[in-house]
């Protein structure tokens, strides 16, 4: 590792324990890449090589843009909960497991356990995630109680709470993967302030694929 290189290293180290434990606190929701595991509705499609390696080469890119960010603090919250030792995931990146139960029991794990602050939990397959994107949810947690990220098929690429001066469970009786998922949520947080930041897509079928561009496209056979 080179001089530059080092002082980068040590930089951001020193940032990570100068944002923990009060600062805003990113969570990254992923699965270990694990052929016929990931994005199997895409693999339907493109087949179970194309789209496990669409997920590898997504998540990394998306590792490598947000975790370093100054913003916040990052945790990668890995499936299987055996999964936090494997060597497939960055050494820099914390890491906690995503415990057991439907999605949203999984995303609502880390609103209870992570120490004080916002928190917003993104997954590893929008494409499209930009560190703007996420400054702006936490900005819209300074005005309010939560923050969803729509996506164009009707469910959400981030949810974010402030988690005081409580914390409420927001997904009792949500069916995922369909067109009203986010407005089922919404409707279970009718007395929570909640806003709407940027809307993005996420990558489920060979259509979606192809809308985000063949940027894509190239980095997955470049892999």
Same mark, same amino acid.
């Given at each position: 590792?080179?001089?530059?290189?080092?002082?980068r290293?040590?930089?951001?180290?020193?940032?990570?324990?100068?944002?923990?434990?009060?600062?805003?606190?990113?969570?990254?929701?992923?699965?270990?890449?694990?052929?016929?595991?990931?994005?199997?509705?895409?693999?339907?499609?493109?087949?179970?090589?194309e789209?496990?390696?669409?997920?590898?080469?997504?998540?990394?890119?998306?590792?490598?843009?947000?975790?370093?960010?100054?913003?916040?603090?990052?945790?990668?919250?890995?499936?299987?909960?055996?999964?936090?030792?494997?060597?497939?995931?960055?050494?820099? $990146?914390?890491?906690?497991p995503q415990g *057991? =139960?439907?999605?949203? &029991?999984? /995303?609502?794990?880390?609103? #209870?356990?992570?120490? %004080?602050?916002?928190?917003?939990?993104?997954?590893?397959?929008?494409?499209?995630?930009?560190?703007a994107?996420?400054?702006?949810?936490f900005?819209a947690?300074?005005?309010?109680?939560? $923050?969803?990220?729509p996506?164009?098929? *009707? =469910?959400?690429?981030? &949810?974010? /709470?402030?988690?005081?001066? #409580?914390?409420?469970f %927001?997904?009792?009786?949500?069916?995922?993967?369909?067109?009203?998922?986010?407005?089922a949520?919404?409707?279970?947080?009718?007395?929570?302030?909640?806003?709407?930041?940027?809307?993005?897509?996420?990558?489920?079928?060979?259509?979606?694929?192809?809308?985000?561009?063949?940027?894509?496209?190239?980095?997955?056979?470049?892999?």
């Open positions: 590792m080179n001089r530059k290189r080092l002082f290293e040590r930089a951001w180290r020193s940032r990570q324990r100068q944002a923990a434990p009060f600062g805003c606190h990113l969570v990254i929701m992923a699965k270990l890449p694990i052929a016929g595991r990931v994005k199997t509705r895409l693999a339907r499609e493109v087949g179970t090589v789209a496990t390696r669409f997920y590898r080469v997504t998540g990394r890119l998306l590792l490598m843009r947000l975790a370093r960010q100054p913003f916040w603090t990052t945790h990668l919250a890995v499936s299987p909960d055996t999964g936090i030792t494997s060597p497939v995931w960055p050494r820099h $990146v914390r890491r906690i *057991g =139960g439907d999605l949203g &029991v999984r /995303m609502h794990q880390p609103m #209870r356990t992570l120490p %004080p602050g916002p928190v917003c939990v993104v997954g590893t397959d929008i494409p499209a995630i930009r560190v994107d996420v400054r702006r949810a900005r947690l300074g005005r309010c109680d939560a $923050v969803f990220g996506a164009d098929d *009707g =469910g959400f690429w981030l &949810v974010g /709470m402030r988690r005081r001066p #409580r914390l409420v %927001p997904y009792d009786g949500v069916r995922w993967s369909r067109s009203d998922t986010l407005a949520v919404e409707t279970n947080l009718s007395d929570v302030r909640f806003e709407r930041t940027s809307r993005l897509s996420d990558v489920d079928n060979r259509a979606d694929l192809v809308r985000c561009g063949s940027a894509i496209g190239r980095l997955i056979q470049s892999d």
